[in-house]
């Protein structure tokens, strides 16, 4: 059994129980019986009344009860809620040291460019005021950020994108790199003027294509054990859909390593254990797949297989969809013979069977199993029935 939040055991003094408790309280769950009740650690707020409460963090900022309408932090053996009087935020400060906050909180954590440290907050009989809040000191260190980021946008001449740049919380202050992966994901300039490189962006749009070579040797134990094995998949697309033609240069001029990368992690255990080679070749720019016929030949009269990643594609979407068609037949044969052998009344009204037999059959075809079904009766009725020895004895 979990230790009840220390709102459930101030009800508790004052004489409430689990079957009756304030208008104020609620239960942990919507579907809670007694033993998820101590195990969730007892009542929570209602909304309406968390909201209207007032916290403080150690430091005098002001928070209002609905900043903490999104759940809690479990740490170090403690809930950190409003229930438990507890409740905490993100330190508007960064601070990574402070006397003020609970010292279970009194570290930084953070990966890369983050800055995350906690402060523990506590209930106050005071009214929210703004100009002593924490949503005051946040919004003077997000202007205090746009500051820094036009000032970056003067010391380089305009020559910023605003997706290309990331704020270090640590050094504080903006630093720009350049990834066309991320404009492929982000940019929206397209046929307009690039911010980083005040380039115009073609509106013509295509895709990034490369083959993947793989070298292995078998170990299958056949006679053609420890042959070696080369094979191609050409015309494999690294974006899932089309991006503009001058995203997709720059993705081939700069992201190769990233290409390579990417290619040789699907590949990371085959490599690893059965010493596979994974090469990454011909990384283009095209509007649409192209294919060198000449070469294929020549790859083929190598002993090289060769694959075209678009043929195997639309292979596995048939394949798929077969499958489903053969699937769908058989529930369709399996939906007829129970409505054959047990009746049309046997569904009941808007199971799932019921749905499937409206919408697969139709009334018409309903009909005709009913009769079936009838038919069905009548001949089991008429079978012989095996007598058996006791029967006369």
């Known amino acids: 059994m979990k230790e009840y939040n ?106 890369g460019i983050c800055k ?96 993947v070579k793989i070298t292995r040797i078998r170990r299958d134990g056949t006679l053609f054990d420890g042959q070696k094995e080369i094979s191609i998949q050409k015309g494999c697309r690294l974006l899932e859909t089309s991006k503009s033609m001058t995203i997709c240069e720059n993705i081939v001029r700069y992201g190769r390593k990233l290409i390579i990368s990417h290619e040789q992690m699907k590949y990371h255990s085959e490599m690893f254990v059965y010493g596979w080679k994974v090469e990454v070749l011909n990384i283009r720019a095209e509007r649409r797949e192209s294919r060198d016929l000449l070469q294929d030949l020549q790859d083929i009269r190598e002993g090289i297989t060769i694959v075209h990643a678009s043929d195997q594609e639309k292979r596995n979407k048939e394949l798929k969809k077969q499958n489903r068609a053969k699937q769908k037949e058989k529930r369709e044969k399996r939906l007829e013979q129970k409505i054959v052998q047990n009746g049309w009344d046997s569904l009941e009204p808007f199971s799932l069977d019921y749905h499937h037999a409206l919408k697969w059959f139709g009334q018409e075809k309903i009909e005709v199993l009913e009769r079936r079904h009838q038919k069905y009766q009548e001949e089991e009725r008429n079978k012989p029935q095996q007598m058996s020895l006791f029967e006369f004895m």
Request: proline share 4%; hydrophobic share 25%; with cysteine.
């Open 116 to 211: 995350i440290s906690q402060c523990d907050c506590h209930e106050v009989d005071v009214p929210y005021e703004y100009e002593h809040s924490k949503d005051r000191v946040w919004d003077e260190r997000h202007k205090r950020i746009r500051e820094k980021y036009e000032e970056l946008k003067r010391q380089k001449k305009g020559h910023v994108c605003y997706w290309q740049t990331s704020y270090n919380e640590w050094t504080e202050q903006w630093e720009q790199r350049y990834d066309p992966m991320e404009c492929a994901r982000m940019c929206m300039n397209t046929g307009g003027t690039c911010d980083l490189k005040h380039t115009l962006i073609s509106k013509k749009r295509g895709n990034v294509f490369y083959d």
């Open 6 to 111: 220390l709102f459930t055991q101030k009800l508790f003094e004052q004489g409430y129980t689990f079957e009756h408790y304030p208008n104020y309280a609620r239960m942990p769950n919507p579907v809670c019986d007694r033993k998820l009740f101590d195990i969730m650690g007892g009542f929570r707020y209602e909304n309406w009344y968390q909201n209207q409460k007032v916290y403080s963090t150690g430091c005098g900022l002001l928070c209002r009860g609905s900043d903490f309408s999104n759940g809690y932090m479990s740490y170090m053996g403690i809930d950190w809620k409003p229930e438990n009087n507890n409740p905490v935020i993100l330190c508007p400060y960064k601070k990574e040291q402070c006397t003020l906050r609970s010292p279970l909180l009194d570290h930084v954590e953070g990966g």
